[in-house]
């Protein structure tokens, strides 16, 4: 008997309420609203509030998925939170999450995965329904990128927004779920996109401080070279998984990083940009929010309907990288 596959049963996302625009950052640092538009598509992006942490964005984007599911708290019974910016050390971020939402019939815990981190939590979420472990599954990517950005760097500060996005997963009961995923990792490549403060090998100090070393780091060049080339591989390969062509494929929901990357994907791919959602323009780069902040907003637009094969990839630190083919 073939394993049940694990489908969408809700969805939602949440951004803060406060949008910094291009020519914000033209009077904050040596910038220009055409710089960072032909370089990244970024136009304006959303910024946490001062009392807004990563788990106060996740809580509002689980809640409307799970309003959107038809279910209540005690339907999931387990949580995971995919982020980078985590409220603390410890605990888990879910924990927090798990305890604003009322879950009391759900385990929670946290995974670290940088913008790959909605996709690894979708790779692992299957297969526990596929176990048959679990039954109803949250997943949510929530980011406070904006913490962790040098305003002083024009190179960096431009990018990152803030945002999250959730799903609820549970056993599919037609023809829709996830048909093919797969998960990629390269260690040695960690250092082209990190923040080197703050952990067990450069403890928080005075001097960590003062050497700027909690802020994002990133080789951007290196770095585009390795998402363009990784996530083109991987997304074929997900389709080889599946059977299906690429003439499959109703969607691509790419990580929201740079216009530059998801343009150069979609050649890669052969898929003309009409089957590319892309919603950067708006957001910036919001790390593991940034698939299911797309999918939300691509199915409230009409781009997203049942029955369609949608294809998502992303990158990010570790280096990592993935894709997901489903069907809606």
């Not at 995919?82 to 798990?98: E, H, R, W």
């Not at 100090?205 to 050497?211: A, F, G, L, M």
Request: include cysteine; hydrophobic fraction near 40%; glycine fraction near 10%.
């Amino acid at each position: 008997m073939e394993a049940t596959r694990a489908r969408v049963l809700g969805i939602g996302a949440y951004s803060p309420e406060k949008v910094l625009t291009n020519q914000d950052l033209e009077k904050m640092v040596d910038t220009s609203d055409e710089w960072i538009v032909e370089r990244t598509g970024i136009s304006e992006r959303h910024i946490a509030a001062d009392d807004e942490a990563s788990s106060d964005l996740a809580t509002q984007a689980g809640r409307r998925a799970i309003q959107d599911a038809g279910l209540t708290a005690e339907d999931i019974d387990l949580l995971i939170c995919a982020s980078v910016t985590g409220d603390m050390p410890f605990p888990a971020t879910a924990c927090f999450v798990q305890a604003n939402l009322g879950l009391k019939n759900a385990a929670a815990f946290d995974i670290a995965a940088g913008c790959t981190g909605f996709l690894y939590g979708l790779n692992l979420a299957q297969g526990l329904i596929r176990s048959g472990a679990y039954k109803r599954i949250l997943l949510i990517g929530g980011e406070v990128l904006s913490r962790t950005l040098d305003w002083t760097d024009r190179a960096t500060c431009v990018l990152l927004g803030d945002s999250a996005g959730a799903v609820v997963l549970g056993p599919a009961e037609d023809e829709s779920g996830i048909l093919a995923t797969r998960i990629a990792s390269d260690g040695t490549k960690a250092e082209l996109l990190y923040i080197p403060g703050g952990g067990s090998r450069n403890p928080a100090s005075h001097h960590t401080v003062d050497e700027g070393m909690h802020y994002f780091k990133m080789n951007g060049r290196e770095t585009f070279k390795h998402a363009t080339r990784n996530m083109a591989a991987i997304a074929k390969q997900v389709l080889a998984d599946s059977g299906l062509e690429l003439d499959d494929v109703n969607l691509l929901v790419p990580h929201q990083a740079n216009l530059r990357i998801i343009t150069y994907i979609a050649e890669q791919l052969g898929l003309p940009m009409e089957k590319v959602y892309t919603n950067v323009q708006r957001y910036g780069n919001t790390s593991s929010a940034s698939i299911p902040l797309a999918l939300t907003e691509a199915r409230e637009r009409g781009k997203l309907k049942k029955g369609d094969v949608v294809l998502m990839v992303a990158f990010g630190t570790g280096l990592t990288w993935g894709a997901t083919l489903l069907r809606w």
